[in-house]
């Protein structure tokens, strides 16, 4: 298989042989690759065999179906009548008109191997995993530290917990209060 590029290094050697070009100046000696792309958009050549990427690749019936098309117009034959010739021509009928030389239609490399994408939706899906045990609730108390500011704490306190975390508090308050974030040091709305 080659490239776009490729398969027109071909053709333009394919046609150095026995080609005398275009009789009326207006169509190209070789063709371009807009040209190509033309050709198979509107059915006078194949679409590419494969793609690898954005790349299209071509093979030798491309390669044959070019020639042959260059050949008929020199002939002085129009695109219309050349289709009409070519619709479902062998591989056999095309080298017989493209008379393209042995070397040129060899590739020399094997053809690509194409990555195969998983089929995800034909298989079945995965039962879902076992949802974990939900955790265990633990109570929780409040210890109000003044200001309207309350410290949530899991588990019983007695009263001496609940006056060491007070004045454990106290440089977490002023900071509060300096900032006016506490109900007593600001309005509420």
Partial sequence: MWTLDELLDR?????TAEYSGAPNGRVRDVPDRRAVRWYATTGLVD??????????????????QLVAVKRLQSEGRAL?????????????????IARV?????????????EAVRPRFWAEPAAAPA?????????????????GGAVLLVPGALTAADTADI?????PLLDLLAARGLLTN????P
């Avoid at 053709?11 to 046609?15: G, Q, T």
């Avoid at 219309?80 to 017989?96: C, P, R």
């Avoid at 076992?130 to 003044?146: E, F, Q, S, T, W």
């Avoid at 007070?166 to 106290?170: F, G, L």
């Fill in 11 to 15: 053709v333009s050697a394919a046609l």
């Fill in 47 to 64: 679409r590419p065999s494969a793609m690898r990427g954005r790349t299209a690749l071509y093979e030798k019936r491309h390669l044959l």
């Fill in 80 to 96: 219309a009548e050349i289709q009409e010739q070519l619709a479902g021509a062998t591989d056999q009928t095309l080298a017989a």
């Fill in 101 to 113: 030389p042995d070397g040129l239609l060899e590739s020399g490399d094997p053809p690509p191997q």
């Fill in 130 to 146: 076992a949802a974990p045990p939900p955790a265990k609730a633990v109570p929780l108390n409040g210890v109000a530290l003044g």
């Fill in 166 to 170: 007070a004045a454990a508090a106290r």
């Fill in 185 to 188: 040091e600001r309005e509420l």
